[in-house]
Each structure stands twice: as C-alpha cells, then as structure tokens.
C-alpha cells in the first residue's frame, strides 16, 4: 500500500505542481495595463485600460466577458468613456465600473443579459482611480487615501465608512475572505469588517511587490500576483497566499509568464485568473491559477460521480464512489494550507471516515481520479 501511495504521490508532484498555472485563450483585445476587471459567479470581465509606451496616451472603453466552461471571450457593450486606472466591484450579479483617469466620481452598471451600461449614483466623496475596490454582502467599496465609501444597491447610494488606518497611495491591492475585505498597500496588509466598521492590521505583506499587484481570493486564501518592486523599472512574478485563520502568509508556485506590473486578476469557481499588465511591453496574454492540485486536469464542468457526505459534519464523512473505482486506492484529508492531516484507503461504495478528533474548519478530500485527482471541500463543525 506503501508503494502505491508513493508512487500516486510522485505523479501528483510532478505533474500537480506544473499545473497550478495554465495558461487559457489570450484576452481578446490588445495588450494594455492599468484596466479593469471583476468576476460574477460565472463569467469573469475586463476591459478599459491603456498604453503609453510611446509617449502617445491611448486608453480603451471596449469591455469582454470570458466564460470558463468554453475558455472564450466576446465583446459586449463598450463602456461609455474611454478610461483607464478605474475601479470595480460587482454586486447584485452585475459588475460596476467608475472612477479613474476619464470621471470624476461617475459609477456605470453593466448588465450581462441586456449588454448595457446604466449610470449609479455617482461617488459624492473622492474619485477612486488607480486602486481595487471589494465587494462584501452585496455592497461594493472604494477608497482613496484615508477615506473609503460604500455603495448600497439597494437605495442606490454612497455612505463613508470608518477612515482607513493609514493614508493608501496609489496602486494597491485588494480581495475579499468571506466577511472582510483586505488592502495591501505597501507592505502593509489591512482588513476591513464591515459588520463592525472596523480596520484591522494583519500581518505584514514578506513579499517583493511594493504595489502594481492584482489580488483574487479563492479557497478562503487571498492571492496577491506580481507587481512591481520599489520603482516601475523593476516587475516580479512572485505569488503570495494570505490566510486570515493563521494571520500568516505563504509563498506559491510562481507566475510562470513574463513577469509584470498592472495586470488585472479575478476567480470564478475557485480558480483565479489573470492576464494584460506591463514590463514596458503590453501584454493580452490570459492564465488560470489552480492551486488545489488536482482538479487542473479536470475540465470546468466536470462531473465526477462522486459524493461526500454530510456536509457539514462533526465527526464521521462518508465518501461514495461508483463502482469503477479500484479498490486500494488513498485519499487525503487536507487542510486548506495543503497539510495532510489523514490517510484513508478509498473502496467501491461506501466508505467513512473519523474525523471526530479533528478540528473544526475548512477542509478537502483529495480523491484520486484516473491520472489526476478530484478535490472535494467540506466543513467540520
């Protein structure tokens, strides 16, 4: 049993780690930096930007939609104003865009099923540009310097929050865990709860970037991508996870393209995306980040029969796999930092697995699946 454990896990070290970047259909437009994009459940947008290489400014208003499942992109509605160095968030299903080099404080509301741009109540406060905006409980949030506000759908209106700890220069970086949202300025990491209105300083940000990154949060972890380091002249690919349960952070697989500052970074399915940015050079190239190893030889919609359950548990899971499963084969519990914390011999049908002796959390069962292997997510109480 030993020896097909280690043989399964040298596969998945070989091959797993290489697909944790893969890269998907270049974006659709041509190469820029400093544009925009946000995610709804299931298609990912970008969009706006420019270039200035030549000392020629030119900025785009054309906006596009990529959808996972078929790894395309198509050209929706333009955007009413060529812009770049705008923010975004997205609530009720609907992504908004505003501020930046082209407005003054002015927000439009796209809507994916009628490809059309509808004007919101325009920011009163400042004009947010060159920063990421977040979306938490369907609100979307700005901010600039040492002020943010928030966008209610529902009056279709701006309030100020409680002021940011520190004053956020330009060219931040930002995701969403659960309640919270986070800001990387600098080295600095600061969480927002908007259920308290409070600011939280978390634990320094280790890596090079000292702005110019993208952020996306998947699997509970927020993702921080290249960027550059003390001045323009000088991009990184490095990759950092933040986990908010440990307060820590984790150096990842690094971006395997041209390294880069200003790009634009989303997640849709608990995988990011990335793509566009700048070393001098624009770019229209386009990758997906998987890092849960396995399911990246899986296509988006795959439907492995298999089921784990009660989910949530408190002591046993159940895991039912369909006959053609061999029987010997081992599953893993993992944390969400990708520590092994049980082994289990996986069998045709039914089989269960103690977990009373663990602690409560988020974890995956890594299940093997032909060549590959399927992670499944669950939750102890």
Same mark, same amino acid.
């Given at each position: ?176 865990? +659960? ?72 150096? +990842? ?129």
């Amino acid at each position: 049993m030993r020896s097909v454990f280690a043989l399964l896990f040298c596969l998945l070290s070989i091959g797993g780690q290489a697909q944790y970047w893969i890269q998907k259909a270049s974006f659709a437009g041509v190469g820029r930096h400093r544009a925009v994009g946000c995610a709804t459940e299931n298609k990912g947008y970008l969009g706006l930007g420019h270039v200035n290489g030549t000392g020629v400014n030119y900025s785009y208003q054309d906006w596009w939609e990529y959808d996972p499942s078929s790894d395309s992109w198509s050209q929706r509605a333009n955007y009413p104003v060529a812009n770049y160095g705008a923010t975004s968030f997205v609530v009720n299903g609907h992504p908004c865009v505003g501020g930046g080099a082209a407005l003054d404080g002015q927000f439009y509301q796209f809507n994916p099923l009628e490809n059309t741009w509808t004007a919101i109540a325009p920011c009163p406060f400042f004009n947010p540009g060159d920063t990421q905006g977040f979306s938490v409980n369907n609100k979307g949030y700005v901010y600039v310097a040492q002020q943010m506000a928030a966008y209610d759908p529902s009056s279709n209106s701006w309030s100020l929050t409680a002021n940011p700890p520190v004053t956020f220069g330009s060219w931040t970086c930002a995701f969403t865990i +659960e309640g919270s949202g986070y800001v990387k300025a600098g080295t600095k990491l600061y969480e927002y709860k908007p259920i308290h209105n409070t600011w939280t300083q978390r634990a320094d940000f280790p890596g090079a970037s000292t702005g110019g990154s993208s952020g996306f949060s998947i699997l509970q972890r927020g993702f921080v991508t290249c960027g550059y380091v003390g001045g323009l002249a000088t991009v990184t690919s490095q990759v950092w996870s933040f986990f908010p349960g440990t307060n820590s952070w984790q150096l +990842e697989l690094e971006f395997p393209g041209i390294s880069r500052r200003f790009p634009v970074a989303f997640a849709i399915h608990n995988r990011g995306y990335f793509g566009t940015g700048t070393n001098g050079i624009n770019m229209n190239d386009f990758w997906q980040y998987n890092p849960t190893l396995n399911t990246s030889g899986l296509p988006e919609n795959s439907d492995v029969q298999c089921r784990i359950f009660p989910n949530p548990t408190n002591d046993f899971l159940q895991v039912e796999l369909p006959s053609e499963y061999e029987s010997g084969l081992i599953g893993e519990v993992r944390n969400l930092n990708g520590q092994v914390i049980q082994q289990v011999e996986l069998l045709p049908g039914i089989t269960l697995i103690d977990l009373s002796q663990v602690s409560s959390g988020t974890y995956f069962l890594s299940i093997p699946y032909g060549d590959k292997v399927l992670n499944k997510m669950f939750k102890i109480w």
